[in-house]
């Protein structure tokens, strides 16, 4: 009884590539549904109910509800026929979070109980769409950083009675920008006077983290265990976390942690640099190759992830 | 205001996780299904296996909680309505049945649709489904091929029978007097092609009763016959024709009579005594009984076509059985007809021993002594003693109602050697013409009516009422009950409002009954031979053919009805008045708004100054007017006016 197509029937059929998706007898595909068949069984049921007790009520039934399928079978192809998506432009996301992918749909007369499935999400019902341009917002999760495409894209309907489910399947072509997942960590700091030195002397960066804490706060979840203040625990003083602050108002640059997993290094940076804009910090970006020299502000912070997201 | 632009939707569709409750909708599904099953008999096999699934839908609809679990819900709800249609037929049911099945396709709808949650807009989606389908439906129904029943299974509601009131296959004193007192309704008649039979020959005859024991007469097909007394009920199954179902059958005509029968407690049901069975469960028997195969504890709708001939019953030679006297229980009224035996022999001598008196002369000397005697029609009788209760009744009392003369006339015929039987059922009813639907007699149970049948040789079976000798010298006014029994033969209507009403809803019943029990194999032959004549055999592409016409109908009604149907009333109407000044060469600037099109087009056409005025103040104003102002009657008025406006533009288009 489920309302999709049978995923080895899916896996046999082409995927739909292209910039826009326009929708027809060439990229639909129709099967009957579970609850399709078992209608089928139904309406047989009733024609041997009614040749046996040769009554007319039964009979007219059966013809009724194998009439209602074969109407079915065209409505339902006809909901999603015409049918024209193109994709919007996706806003950059963080890995591991929920992520908005925009679509733009046009719909010529209507459609009605339209779906959709990223996969290996589960089914979105989006309802009736009026004649029109309609933007439609699919979420999913993406998984790893840099440019990621969801997909592929299942649209599908079932409507009027689910009877029959219609559907196409499309390689969304519009790629997204994923940052790392931001997971809070050591990070390394490399103090712009050393990095001045450095990078004029060697060109290579170096430099510890900042190892004086300034500030407790209390213990959430998902803090590191590195900032967890274990003396004041041990006396019984509560779970605090040690707030670092940078003592020299000269702004820092930050780069991975080089003992760490270079994914696991690049999660914790993102954290790091996340954090440092919302305190409204001047920061800079050590990468292999890339530097970012420090700076505040949105369009800063957005050069910085997406540095950390495309970095190899 | 855009004049036809779509607006691009500010907000991005929300999408919802696919998890959708059924609603009420479901719920009053069961309640017209639960309404519909009033009156099926649970102890047939159709009967328990509907109630069956309708309480067990109502159990999984009540823990449904996934679309999947509702669609299941849905179509059991289609296949109960089904199960019910295969047991009653009538009007009323099947009205219910089709609601129904309607407001179970509507849950579907809703279960696809989501968002919509108004009744009215569900039913009217589900309504233009549905009549998008009928006409393939219907021509399947008329032109698939039918088959005939797969095996005696046919019998599915012949389990159990849940006993109403009605005729009672032992006629004793006072069981008929019961039922005349009950003005339930009992059966319905409508004949369709022609009148009614004259008021004198209104007799329906239900039950034969042939077994005599002194005392009571009983029916020999009660299920308990007697072995050495088969002999009427196995010459019946001879007779239990019909006309051959198979398809090489010559056509027969249609219906002469349709009968739609109140449930009796009894297999045997009402009829002329003359007509071709045209329903599979009806069987006549060699008595003349008709008796239908269903369930014996609901509504009956059959109907019978015009016999040519005599009716074999009539002409089935009477048997030992039917002469069958419990000798010396009645001493008087056996000497009384012993000496009708001499008079009809000849012989007045011989008293033991003489011969039969023919049966013609023993009716007409029955009929002379009935007329002499005095005998009083009464209601309220006392009991009749339990030894010797007919002489009681003949020689003393003097008194007593049809079922009472009946069996002593019987009682005589047999004593006088000539062999006789009781009958009952019912006699006369009224003659309505409803408003609309068909004209029908209709049969109350205080038209139950018993009278005798007596052999004569030559002429078969003759049917003889002594209750009309008996009331011959008495006036109606006399007594309630021959009042009514009057009443009956002359058709004389006594209805109060109430059964008017009755009566105007059953004329649509029978209507109903006619045209949907009316097809069947042999119709759908008929049809066919009139429909191809010598191409019969291009059945089955006439058939393909048809089927997608009438897809590619449905498919375009839908998307019409649709059309129509939904969308903004707002824009239809502006489109329509753009429509009629386009026609004019009128037709709006790119960026030109509603407001600036009017004035221009007052400007061109002064005379629709008003009025357009009018149409375009209040299209704004119900599109960004304050919500809560009365839109309906803003709709109509909108409506009137781009009428008008139309109009106007017709007549004078440049």
């Known amino acids: ?312 | 205001m855009p004049l036809n632009v779509v607006p691009l939707k500010a907000v991005a569709v929300k999408s919802v996780a696919l998890k959708r409750r059924g609603g009420w909708v479901p719920w009053l599904a069961m309640g017209l299904l639960t309404a519909a099953a009033w009156g099926v008999a649970p102890f047939s096999l159709l009967g328990g296996l509907s109630l069956s699934l309708l309480v067990l839908t109502a159990l999984k609809l009540r823990e449904a909680k996934q679309r999947r679990e509702y669609r299941l819900v849905s179509l059991l709800q289609l296949v109960t309505a089904g199960l019910l249609g295969a047991q009653q037929a009538e009007l009323g049911s099947s009205l219910l049945q089709g609601l129904a099945v309607l407001v179970a396709l509507a849950g579907l709808l809703q279960l696809e649709l989501g968002e919509v949650t108004n009744l009215g807009k569900l039913l009217r989606r589900s309504g233009q489904l549905v009549l998008a389908a009928l006409p393939m439906a219907l021509v399947l129904f008329l032109l698939f091929p039918r088959l005939g029943p797969f095996s005696d299974l046919g019998r599915l509601g012949q389990f159990g029978a849940a006993a109403t009131t009605g005729l009672s296959t032992t006629l004793e004193p006072g069981t008929i007097a019961t039922l005349t007192q009950d003005r339930s309704p009992a059966a319905r008649v409508a004949f369709p092609g022609g009148g009614p039979p004259p008021a004198s020959q209104r007799l329906w005859r239900v039950l034969v009763h042939g077994q005599f024991d002194g005392q009571s007469w009983r029916s020999l097909n009660a299920g308990t016959t007697e072995a050495g007394m088969a002999g009427a009920d196995t010459a019946g199954a001879d007779i239990a024709a019909g006309p051959d179902p198979s398809l090489g059958a010559p056509p027969t005509p249609g219906a002469t009579q349709v009968w739609l029968s109140e449930p009796n407690g009894l297999p045997e049901v009402p009829w002329s005594g003359s007509g071709l069975p045209l329903d599979r469960h009806l069987k006549r028997d060699g008595q003349g009984q008709l008796r239908h195969d269903g369930s014996v504890g609901v509504r009956k709708l059959y109907s019978l076509a015009a016999e040519p001939a005599l009716a074999t019953w009539r002409r089935q030679a009477p048997t030992a059985q039917d002469l069958q006297m419990a000798a010396g229980t009645n001493p008087r009224l056996e000497t009384l007809a012993a000496g009708w035996r001499r008079q009809g022999s000849g012989d007045a001598q011989a008293v033991e021993g003489a011969k039969a008196v023919e049966g013609a002369k023993a009716v007409a000397l029955a009929e002379a002594w009935f007329r002499q005697q005095g005998f009083r029609y009464s209601l309220s009788n006392p009991l009749l003693p339990e030894t010797a209760p007919l002489d009681a009744l003949l020689f003393e009392q003097r008194q007593g109602f049809c079922g009472h003369y009946a069996s002593a006339l019987s009682a005589l015929m047999r004593a006088a050697g000539v062999p006789a039987r009781v009958v009952s059922g019912y006699r006369g009813g009224t003659w309505v013409v409803p408003l609309g639907g068909s004209a029908f007699l209709d049969l109350r149970q205080s038209d139950a009516h018993a009278w005798s049948e007596v052999w004569i040789a030559g002429e078969g079976w003759r049917t003889v009422d002594p209750t009309l000798w008996v009331l011959g010298g008495q006036t109606p006014a006399d007594d309630p009950a021959a009042a009514s029994v009057q009443a009956a033969s002359t058709g004389a209507d006594r209805a109060g409002p109430l059964d008017w009403v009755a009566r105007q809803w059953w004329g649509l019943d029978l209507a109903w009954g006619e045209w949907w029990l009316g097809f069947d194999q042999r119709s759908q032959e008929r049809l066919l031979q009139r429909l191809l004549g010598p191409y019969r055999d291009w059945a089955g592409a006439l058939l393909l053919v048809a089927v997608a016409l009438t897809l590619a109908l449905g498919l375009a009604a839908y998307g019409w009805l649709r059309r129509r149907g939904e969308g903004d009333r707002l824009q239809q109407e502006l489109n329509q008045l753009l429509r009629s000044c386009a026609r004019g060469g009128l037709v709006p600037m790119p960026g030109e708004t509603l407001g600036q099109f009017g004035q221009r087009l007052r400007q061109a056409r002064p005379l629709l100054g008003p009025e357009l005025e009018d149409f375009v103040g209040l299209l704004q104003q119900l599109r960004y007017g304050r919500p809560g102002a009365p839109q309906r009657q803003g709709l109509d008025r909108l409506s009137r006016c781009g009428q008008s406006l139309r109009r106007q533009l017709r007549r004078s288009p440049s």
């Open chain 1, 1 to 312: 009884m489920g309302s999709g197509a049978p995923p080895s029937l899916s896996r046999w059929l082409p995927l739909q590539q292209g910039e826009v998706l326009k929708l027809g007898l060439r990229n639909l595909y129709i099967v009957p549904t579970g609850f399709g068949w078992l209608w089928l069984g139904g309406a047989l049921f009733l024609q041997l109910v009614g040749i046996q007790t040769q009554s007319n009520g039964s009979v007219l039934l059966c013809f009724l509800m194998l009439a209602l399928q074969l109407l079915s079978l065209h409505l339902t192809h006809g909901q999603l026929e015409g049918l024209e998506v193109r994709c919007g432009q996706p806003e950059p996301a963080f890995a591991g979070e929920t992520a908005a992918y925009p679509l733009i749909v046009r719909v010529q007369s209507a459609c009605e109980g339209l779906e959709w499935r990223l996969p290996p999400g589960a089914l979105h019902g989006v309802g009736s769409l009026g004649p029109g341009e309609h933007p439609l917002t699919l979420e999913w999760t993406p998984g790893r950083r840099g440019l990621q495409r969801p997909g592929p894209l299942r649209l599908q309907t079932t409507a009027p009675l689910g009877l029959f489910v219609c559907w196409s399947r499309w390689q969304l072509p519009t790629a997204q920008l994923i940052y790392p997942a931001p997971k809070p960590g050591p990070v390394r700091q490399v103090p712009m006077a050393d990095w001045r030195e450095r990078t004029e002397a060697a060109g290579a960066l170096g430099g510890e983290g900042s190892e004086e804490w300034q500030d407790l706060r209390p213990h959430r979840r998902g803090d590191s265990s590195s900032r967890m203040a274990w003396k004041l625990l041990a006396q019984g003083r509560g779970a605090q976390t040690k707030r670092f602050q940078d003592p020299r108002l000269e702004p820092s640059l930050w780069a991975p942690d080089p003992t760490l997993p270079p994914e696991e290094a690049l999660e914790h940076l993102c954290d790091r640099l996340c954090q440092l804009h919302r305190q409204g910090q001047s920061y800079g970006l050590a990468l292999a190759g890339l530097q970012i020299a420090p700076d505040r502000g949105s369009s800063h912070r957005d050069r910085c992830l997406e540095a950390l997201a495309l970095c190899h």
